[in-house]
């Protein structure tokens, strides 16, 4: 069997990669390895964005999950780190998020997370996999002995009051443009931020199943940059689908991506005393002038491959609170224990509540290298990244940036992409060795 999960859960076309009968499986695998934890009460919160396929893979799941004589406790639409947080709040053993993020909205993707919401082991995620060709085997309970489903109504209102509870003080004053993506967080952060006195503005907030990410939200911020311009606003944000990412916009309309968060969130931490073992943990996309900023403040970096699961299990590791990855998946560890893009939002906003100095200032912390990156879509992504031809040119563009700046070639964990990154100081010279990169990659097929 190939493996089916990837970095972060499992993704495909819905109803073609992803079918209701995979679902189906994962449910009765995923419900047998997961709801019956010693401790707590038996059951699995399921939640999920706004794609159209959404509702057809929850049925699906949930049938899977009630066979094997396991409750279901449908959230709705909910951001995955509300999710993660009433898995924790319910006391349930495990939740399972519907959701493919940042991808278009025919994908979609199904992850489950453990006790307290936490991201599950590869050992774990490997005992369901095997489990999945083998669901036979599993029990096949009767009568009583069948799952049950319950709606929670109220699960965005208690994600959104937790949320709020975290925040000191007021918003009154500031306005504040919200990309979000038409996507999960479509009701959650407005309200949270319009409860704490900020005068909101509301941008691709009405779904219709197939619009999710499309030319909007975090990876595609134009529209909001223009828009925190016309409508003076002191900032923007913007989610992705199932925001567990965000990334920020200044009164001047320019970008604040996630190590510039990252840095002024540390800086207003190690200053308040609150920064544990003044450390932070950042992947090897993170900027060069981030670690810069960090060397100057005295903060130590420590550095894991792409993937907020990967971030998180450093964290916890190294007792570091502060995490994360340039895309804007952030983790405020004592806050919750996943990328959570509305904590993160609030974290930034009481940073310039308390200073009291506008976004552009407090991004002006960090000086951002210049980067440059292009998505190669591949069918087979080892057999390309072995590729003599690539190997080589990676080594003759290696040789040409020694010693000024660095080059990243990697498989996507979610996407049938090879992602490259180039980083130094002359934009021109990266474009042109991505450029090259790019060609030999295609070649390579």
Do not use: W
């Amino acid at each position: 069997m190939a493996k089916l999960f990837g970095t972060d859960g499992i993704r495909g076309i819905a109803n073609r990669q992803l079918t209701p009968e995979l679902a189906f499986r994962l449910g009765r695998a995923g419900g047998y390895v997961l709801a019956l934890q010693g401790g707590m009460e038996p059951g699995i919160v399921i939640g999920k964005d706004t794609r159209i396929s959404g509702d057809m893979l929850e049925a699906a799941l949930t049938a899977g999950i009630c066979s094997v004589g396991v409750d279901v406790y449908h959230l709705g639409v909910l951001p995955t780190p509300g999710v993660a947080y009433l898995t924790k709040a319910l006391n349930k053993p495990a939740g399972a998020v519907i959701s493919a993020s940042h991808n278009p909205f025919g994908d979609n993707g199904i992850k489950f997370l453990g006790p307290g919401g936490s991201k599950l082991s590869d050992a774990i995620e490997e005992k369901i996999e095997a489990l999945v060709e083998d669901i036979g085997s599993l029990p096949y309970p009767t009568g009583a002995g069948i799952g049950r489903v319950y709606q929670l109504d109220n699960a965005t209102e208690r994600y959104g009051r937790y949320a709020k509870s975290l925040f000191r003080g007021s918003l009154k004053g500031l306005k504040i443009v919200v990309d979000c993506s038409n996507g999960a967080a479509c009701r959650v952060t407005p309200q949270v931020l319009a409860d704490l006195g900020a005068e909101v503005v509301t941008l691709f907030a009405e779904p219709d199943g197939t619009n999710i990410n499309c030319n909007c939200g975090s990876t595609h911020t134009q529209a909001l940059q223009k828009a925190v311009v016309a409508e003076q606003a002191h900032l923007g944000l913007a989610h992705d689908g199932d925001a567990d990412r965000v990334l920020a916009v200044d009164e001047k309309g320019q970008l604040v991506d996630g190590d510039q968060i990252m840095v002024i969130t540390a800086l207003a931490m190690k200053q308040q005393g609150s920064l544990a073992g003044n450390k932070i943990v950042v992947t090897v996309m993170s900027n060069l002038g981030l670690r810069k900023a960090m060397e100057r403040a005295g903060i130590e970096v420590l550095e894991t491959k792409v993937g907020d699961r990967y971030v998180l299990e450093k964290m916890l590791e190294t007792g570091a609170v502060l995490g994360g990855e340039q895309s804007g998946h952030i983790i405020f560890l004592e806050q919750n224990n996943t990328g959570d893009g509305l904590i993160t939002a609030l974290n930034l906003l009481q940073v310039m509540v308390d200073t009291q100095k506008p976004l552009s200032v407090l991004a002006a912390q960090m000086e951002r290298f210049p980067q440059v990156t292009a998505n190669v879509t591949v069918t087979d992504k080892e057999k390309v990244l072995k590729a003599p031809a690539l190997v080589e040119e990676l080594a003759r563009a290696e040789t040409r940036l020694k010693g000024r700046g660095r080059i990243l070639v990697r498989p996507s964990g979610t996407e049938p992409l090879i992602r490259l990154m180039a980083e130094g100081p002359d934009e021109g010279e990266l474009k042109e060795i991505i450029a090259g990169l790019s060609q030999v990659v295609r070649e390579a097929e």
